[in-house]
């Protein structure tokens, strides 16, 4: 009997590597339609750690939004560099905690990282169109890190309640400051 178990274990690790790949089949029943050339909005939660995401630029070309809150991704590289029309990014409670890759996404306007691990923000000088960014309840700690987003130009709204850097003496002040260009800050508006 204790052979048999090996069997049924042996079994099932073969159906989870099958099932490790995210279909097209799977992806038009979460899209709700078969033409996936032409989904712009797309919500799942997977373990990207034995999910790849690399392709799904590559299959659903038009994305626009995509929803993975709830998902874990320790790195957003592992969305790959295909996701070229992305606009919105919901990573919430993903266990992030590595921006690198942030560059694949050229057309990312709002990027919402709530409850996960981010610290360095560097990767994020480049992302020149964003304009919301949501990084409530991460482990920001450094003031200096608010000056990496000095390159967003079109950022208006930043989130960083829940931050070790909100416990900064003129936290507030020294924000406004180096991002002149915002107009929200942890959801209350600015006067200016």
């Known amino acids: 009997p204790s052979e048999w178990n090996l069997g049924d274990d042996q079994l099932e690790e073969e159906e989870a590597l099958i099932s490790a790949s995210v279909t097209d089949e799977q992806l038009a029943t979460l899209a709700g339609t078969t033409e996936l050339a032409s989904v712009t909005f797309l919500q799942l939660a997977v373990d990207s750690t034995h999910v790849p995401l690399g392709t799904?630029?590559?299959r659903?070309?038009?994305?626009?939004?995509?929803?993975?809150?709830?998902?874990?991704?320790?790195?957003?590289?592992?969305?790959?560099?295909?996701?070229?029309?992305?606009?919105?990014?919901w990573l919430s409670r993903c266990g992030l905690a590595d921006l690198d890759g942030l560059g694949a996404l050229p057309q990312l306007s709002e990027l919402y990282l709530a409850f996960n691990e981010?610290?360095?923000?560097?990767?994020?000088?480049?992302?020149?169109?964003?304009?919301?960014?949501?990084?409530?309840?991460?482990?920001?700690?450094?003031?200096d890190q608010v000056h990496y987003l000095a390159s967003c130009d079109e950022l208006h709204s930043l989130t960083l309640e829940?931050?070790?850097?909100?416990?900064?003496?003129?936290?507030?002040?020294?924000?406004v400051q180096a991002l002149p260009q915002l107009r929200i800050l942890d959801d209350i508006g600015l006067i200016g």
Not at 60 to 89: D, F, H
Not at 162 to 175: F, K, L, R
């Open 118 to 143: 981010v610290h360095d923000l560097s990767p994020l000088m480049g992302a020149e169109r964003l304009q919301v960014l949501d990084l409530e309840a991460n482990a920001v700690a450094a003031p």
């Open 56 to 58: 799904i630029g590559e």
């Open 162 to 175: 829940g931050n070790p850097i909100t416990d900064a003496p003129e936290y507030h002040d020294q924000v």
């Open 60 to 89: 659903l070309p038009a994305l626009e939004q995509l929803k993975l809150s709830g998902s874990n991704m320790p790195c957003i590289r592992e969305l790959g560099t295909s996701l070229g029309a992305l606009r919105v990014l």
